[in-house]
């Protein structure tokens, strides 16, 4: 977490530890910073307050979007097969369609016209949301989101447009993905914030059914006592997010660079999975040939580099990532996925580290099987 944001959220740890939906004066108090907290996530997003609802993780603001919107307008839903779990699970527990992506990991435009059109035509069911990534959380790429809305007002006009935002907002200023969609999900602990509070931002006022029904909080649309410190740390993340985040793109773009051409000077068979161009900063997933993740990642851990070959999953048990396959890189080329990822905290000194662990890490794994 940023230091900034534990300091927010430790007043209302220790002092002021009341619930913001009661009438004292602290309770008032703690309302107070809630509603601060919302101007300042509006504003770093580029909406209304009101259009702010605070979640609890940015798994719940995906499935409000997507329960939700199947719950109150009916039809399907709709993403693309490399969505976060959060996204692709939930659309396929409604029997909902998947799309298929391009060789970097962006929606194929063709088979998302072709897919709303079908769902659209007079037999059909109709299409009630339609969910796709802004950045994908294990290879980083970035969708062009205009034009995923274009394609929906055409060919699903009534249908709403979601977007998981979690991965990008330390790379894109949110005030030009907003206008865009309908939709947008946001989780604290992926920009310096705590786990466990999120956002969905609903433009325009309620748009989709609430998930979560109960006390009436969050003007019915998000019921259950508000994590105060944790949504007062997640604003401030956000604010600093947003404020650094010019300079931090190209901070982190170098050194993203100079870790994948780290790679490549020390070792043959390093292949950035997505081109730069395509992907945030921070992303830096390549796949090394002749050797296996999990073996890799055992040796980078005991050299104290923390890497991952997909996304974190509950088990922590190593699975083919769902999101390679979908992108067509072969099986084998895939077993060498290795997810290296840059932050605010991210130095030069830390990349040239990571590069020299990882190559030592190949070389020994390449000569065990040499060997064999
Ligand atoms: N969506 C994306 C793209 C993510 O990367 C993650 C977390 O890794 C989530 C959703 C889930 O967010 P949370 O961990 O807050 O539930």
Not at 111 to 129: K, S
């Amino acid at each position: 977490m940023r230091p900034e944001a534990i300091e927010a959220m430790m007043p209302y740890l220790r002092g002021n530890y009341a619930n913001p939906s009661g009438a004292h004066r602290f309770a008032r108090r703690a309302r107070q910073a809630v509603d601060e907290s919302r101007d300042r996530v509006a504003e770093a997003v580029g909406c209304a307050a009101n259009e702010v609802v605070f979640t609890g993780c940015g798994t719940e603001s995906d499935n409000m979007a997507i329960t939700g919107a199947v719950s109150r307008l009916g039809g399907a839903a709709v993403c693309p097969a490399v969505e976060h779990h959060a996204v692709l699970h939930v659309v396929e527990h409604h029997g909902g369609r998947v799309v298929g992506v391009d060789h970097a990991g962006g929606v194929d435009p063709v088979a998302l016209a072709a897919t709303l059109d079908e769902l659209g035509a007079d037999d059909g069911p109709g299409v009630a949301v339609v969910s796709v990534m802004a950045v994908n959380n294990e290879v980083g790429t970035v969708t062009d989101l205009a034009a995923i809305n274009r394609i929906v007002r055409r060919h699903a006009p009534g249908a709403l447009l979601h977007t998981d935002a979690v991965q990008a907002a330390c790379w894109l200023d949110l005030r030009a993905v907003t206008p865009h969609v309908d939709l947008l999900s946001l989780s604290g602990h992926k920009f310096g914030g705590p786990k466990g509070v999120g956002v969905l931002v609903e433009r325009g006022g309620p748009r989709v059914d609430p998930l979560i029904i109960g006390g009436g909080q969050e003007r019915e649309r998000r019921s259950g006592t508000h994590n105060t410190a944790g949504i007062v740390a997640l604003a401030e993340a956000l604010a600093i997010t947003d404020a650094e985040r010019a300079t931090e793109n190209v901070r982190i773009a170098e050194l993203r660079d100079r870790l994948v051409k780290g790679l490549q000077s020390r070792l043959d068979g390093v292949v950035e999975t997505v081109p730069p161009e395509r992907k945030v900063a921070g992303s830096a997933h390549v796949c090394v040939a002749g050797v296996e993740s999990e073996a890799l990642l055992y040796l980078l851990d005991e050299a104290g580099v923390c890497a991952s070959a997909a996304s974190a999953c509950a088990s922590g048990a190593m699975e083919p990532s769902h999101v390679l396959a979908a992108m067509g890189v072969e099986r084998d080329v895939a077993l060498g996925a290795l997810r290296l990822t840059l932050g605010a905290t991210s130095t030069e000194a830390e990349v040239d580290h990571g590069v020299d662990a990882v190559a030592t890490a190949v070389d020994r794994l390449r000569e065990r099987t040499a060997a064999r």
